[in-house]
């Protein structure tokens, strides 16, 4: 059985960057991407507000340059996915795709949040084509065009509100007789002139062609009635889940699932267990806040490292 001195679990931003800097601290991280190398992000095409490419980058780019810089500093980037661990007791056991065992002193888990969907085989088929979960990232793609975003919440009214600024219309489409969002949002959206809300309204199907999205097809729930609504970009803003339930036996959560971490710090409830990037945030969920919690969390392990030296660990109980 292998044992680590630091093991990240996840890719994405907040994964490579933990790798990056505890390399540089002499912790030989072993890190494993899970299912989706590069995380989220990969799922989005150009990134724009990425500081330091002027003109923008390829998603799936810019994580593979991350990735390319957390190896040639001397990180052990591998494919797999953690299936099972044991944090009851340091070093701690994590299981990669179900029989590789390996014992690591601290653990940074990066594991991410996944945009919820509504499930439609045309929304995966768009899917960074004009159907996109974060209107903070691909909003500027559709200046001037028409858009729609789905959700009744704060999340859909600040992203239908965001691309008003942007867009030449925004359908806000709202299952429901009323938005859930707090009132200051409500009246944000119902005065804004850009903004239709479909009330009671549902999506069937988003249209496209080779170039991506050209429309969608909704349907009100109450009449049954359908129609065909013309636009470019179809916004997803009905949630996020983060990856935690592997953890969730050992680990303090809030009432969605994140991942809870010691103020102004990446530590959770077990020492020498750190948590960064969307995981644990259900805030900003951004690119580069997720790179900063990485590095937040690498400097922690880096800090917890020399109190528990490997040879004396192997029976140690986490207090």
Same mark, same amino acid.
Request: aromatic content about 10%; overall charge neutral.
């Given at each position: 059985m292998d044992r680590v001195k630091c093991l990240i679990i996840g890719s994405g931003p907040a994964g490579y960057t933990a790798a990056i800097y505890a390399s540089r601290a002499n912790l030989a991280p072993l890190l494993f991407e899970g299912m989706q190398p590069g995380g989220q992000l990969t799922t989005t095409t150009t990134i724009e507000n990425f500081p330091g490419y002027p003109n923008g980058i390829d998603a799936t780019e810019m /994580?593979? +340059?991350m990735r390319e810089q957390a190896i040639n500093l001397g990180a052990d980037v591998r494919y797999g996915t953690v299936t099972e661990c044991n944090l009851q007791e340091r070093p701690f056991k994590v299981v990669v795709d179900g029989d590789k065992e390996f014992l690591a002193e601290s653990l940074i888990i990066a594991t991410g949040a996944s945009a919820k969907y509504l499930g439609l085989p045309? %929304? %995966? +088929?768009f899917k960074g084509m004009g159907v996109s979960a974060c209107a903070t990232c691909d909003g500027f793609f559709y200046r001037k065009r028409v858009v729609a975003v789905v959700g009744g919440g704060d999340t859909a009214c600040e992203e239908a509100t965001y691309l008003a600024s942007l867009c030449s219309k925004v359908y806000l489409i709202v299952r429901r007789d009323q938005?859930? !969002?707090?009132v200051a949002m409500r009246e944000r959206v119902t005065s804004n002139p850009k903004i239709e809300i479909?009330?009671?309204t549902n999506t069937k199907e988003v249209l496209g062609d080779s170039n991506g999205v050209t429309g969608i097809v909704v349907e009100n729930n109450k009449s049954g009635e359908q129609r065909e609504i013309a636009l470019e970009g179809f916004f997803l803003a009905i949630g996020h889940h983060p990856n935690s339930e592997l953890f969730a036996k050992y680990l303090n959560l809030d009432k969605e699932g994140y991942i809870k971490t010691e103020e102004n710090s990446s530590a959770t409830n077990i020492p020498g267990?750190? !948590?960064a990037g969307d995981v644990m945030d259900p805030k900003y969920r951004q690119a580069i806040v997720a790179a900063a919690s990485g590095c937040k969390a690498a /400097?922690?392990?880096e800090k917890f490292a020399p109190a528990i030296p490997m040879k004396e660990t192997s029976n140690t109980k986490v207090s």
């Open positions: /994580m593979g +340059k045309s %929304e %995966e +088929k938005l859930r !969002a707090s479909l009330w009671n267990v750190f !948590a /400097m922690d392990a």
